[in-house]
Nanobody, 126 residues
Framework: QVQLADTGGGLVQAGGSLRLSCESSGRTFSSYVMGWFRQAPGKEREFVAAISRSGGSMYYADSVKGRFTISRDNAKNTVYLQMNSLAPEDTAVYYC???????????????????WGQGTQVTVSS
């Protein structure tokens, strides 16, 4: 069983930055592909970013490419999402997720994730 705790959300003005963190319990963190998803009010949960088990490969949704950076520290059982140049359309609840998929390149849908964090609210004001 993997438990994920995501933190770091908050209220920020457009153009600002936030860093989300997601810490995993247990000793199996490095065996999972990790990802970030987000869900805005009235919308479906959508893919944001994914990172391979080693941290060497990262993948992004087109909407965040060039602004967001996913990273992980396997020694700390933690995955991060650095968000820069935030815009009001980035407002959502952000969730970290762990997936047993064979490669991070395949992680695009919530149904491909095995464990979820509780979510952290990010609100970007204009």
């Amino acid at each position: 069983q993997v438990q994920l705790a995501d933190t770091g959300g908050g209220l920020v003005q457009a153009g600002g930055s936030l860093r989300l963190s997601c810490e995993s319990s247990g000793r199996t963190f490095s065996s999972y592909v990790m990802g970030w998803f987000r869900q805005a009010p009235g919308k479906e949960r959508e893919f944001v970013a994914a990172i391979s088990r080693s941290g060497g490969s990262m993948y992004y949704a087109d909407s965040v490419k060039g602004r967001f950076t996913i990273s992980r520290d396997n020694a700390k059982n933690t995955v991060y999402l650095q968000m820069n140049s935030l815009a009001p359309e980035d407002t959502a609840v952000y969730y970290c997720a762990a997936s047993g998929l064979s490669a991070a390149a395949y992680l695009r849908e919530p149904s491909e994730c095995d464990y979820w964090g509780q979510g952290t609210q990010v609100t970007v004001s204009s």
